[in-house]
């Protein structure tokens, strides 16, 4: 590896890996490489706030500066969730999750599994009806502190698996778009995570542990299905 590209990883590594393109690179890792190369600053990224600009500071022997407000400000982390009453089942949504934290099927209602949710709010601008909702996860906490290590790297992981599925399928379909059919896979081992109550024609799994991963992601959807009700019930009073 060679001595830029070390430094692109240790840059990459200090981000928290929300993928939000707030700083003007399609991911963290493109804005990693244009910090570590110097042709950008390295205050563009609202999701790390003062405490980011700090750690890539130390990294790359620059002065701390204060966060560029042109790439946004920095403010308590945020979740989504989706409206049943309204979603339409386009998948746009889906499409637009860097994380694979938004399930669903093509007509089927999506449901967003809030522990994957990094807050990119990616989703929100692609939804044709407006179902999507947004609320603070953190309370008054803002940049790392409304985040964690844990949590960057499992959006990393995440969000590499998907590039990866993504890739895979391309090459599959040769270069087509997957079938709207198929709906929104999460890669959570390699199997898709499906609408709680919507029964699969699929063969079942072939092992206990199998199983018991296919009944954890039912349970995450179905809570997730049960919030967004709760939520909207709790509007309307």
Not at 24 to 35: E, H, Q, R, T
Not at 46 to 62: D, F, K, M, S, V
Not at 137 to 147: D, E, I, K, Q
Request: charged letters at 20%; one cysteine or more.
């Amino acid at each position: 590896m060679s001595r830029l590209a070390a430094l692109a990883e240790q840059i990459n590594a200090a981000l928290p890996q929300t993928q939000c393109t707030r700083c003007g690179y399609p991911d963290c890792a493109a804005y990693a490489g244009a910090v570590a190369e110097g042709s950008a600053d390295i205050n563009r990224c609202p999701p790390g706030g003062a405490e980011g600009i700090t750690r890539l500071a130390q990294i790359t022997g620059r002065d701390v500066q204060p966060l560029n407000s042109a790439h946004g400000v920095e403010a308590p982390r945020t979740t989504v969730f989706i409206d049943e009453a309204w979603c339409i089942g386009c998948t746009l949504c889906a499409k637009a999750c860097p994380t694979d934290a938004i399930v669903g099927s093509n007509k089927w209602m999506h449901t967003v599994m809030e522990q994957y949710c990094t807050g990119c709010e990616l989703c929100i601008p692609v939804c044709p009806v407006d179902c999507i909702q947004i609320e603070h996860a953190s309370g008054s906490l803002t940049g790392w502190a409304a985040w964690s290590d844990t949590q960057a790297v499992q959006a990393r992981s995440r969000y590499e698996q998907r590039k990866a599925r993504i890739h895979q399928e391309a090459l599959t379909d040769g270069n087509k778009k997957p079938s709207p059919e198929v709906g929104t896979r999460c890669e959570e081992g390699g199997l898709m995570a499906e609408r709680a109550d919507v029964p699969s024609n699929a063969p079942g799994p072939e092992s206990a542990a199998q199983d018991a991963s296919a009944a954890t992601r039912q349970a995450a959807i179905a809570a997730a299905l049960a919030r967004a009700r709760q939520q909207r019930a709790a509007d309307k009073r």
